[in-house]
């Protein structure tokens, strides 16, 4: 098992793994937990509108993915990874324009969700 790893990372096995599955995966959930996170309790229209802006770009974002998972299986784990740095970008570029849960947009007493 020790060699299967060993030579798995000597390839872009590893890189291919993380670009084309575990980014896609956690940024996805990302996507629809976030909200949740930000403002728990019972789903209102910010939840909608967040999740709909962290979802905007998500079949690009999936696209670079998967493309960045390909190139790096192929032999070029650095292309890959950049590709993949770029799909990750798509989905920070998103999350900066998600309005906070705290001050201004912070959920008072009173409001309703």
């Known amino acids: 098992m020790v060699t299967g790893v ?3 990372a000597g390839s872009g096995v590893v890189a ?19 909200p949740v996170w930000l403002r728990p309790g019972p789903q209102g229209t910010w939840h909608k ?7 905007r770009s998500s079949a690009l974002r ?13 032999g ?3 292309a890959g990874m950049l590709l993949a740095a770029c799909g990750l970008g798509i989905f ?12 201004k947009h912070a959920r008072r007493p009173g409001d309703s969700p």
């Not at 291919?16 to 976030?34: I, K, R």
């Not at 920070?92 to 001050?103: C, D, F, Q, S």
């Open 62 to 74: 999936g696209l670079a993915f998967a493309l960045a998972g390909l190139i790096a299986y192929a």
């Open 92 to 103: 920070v570029a998103r999350l900066a324009g998600l309005p906070l849960a705290t001050g």
């Open 16 to 34: 291919a793994f993380f670009a084309g599955f575990l980014l896609p995966l956690v940024s996805g959930a990302a996507t629809q937990l976030l």
């Open 6 to 8: 060993w030579h798995a």
């Open 49 to 55: 509108q967040a999740r709909d802006t962290l979802g």
């Open 76 to 78: 070029a784990p650095t």
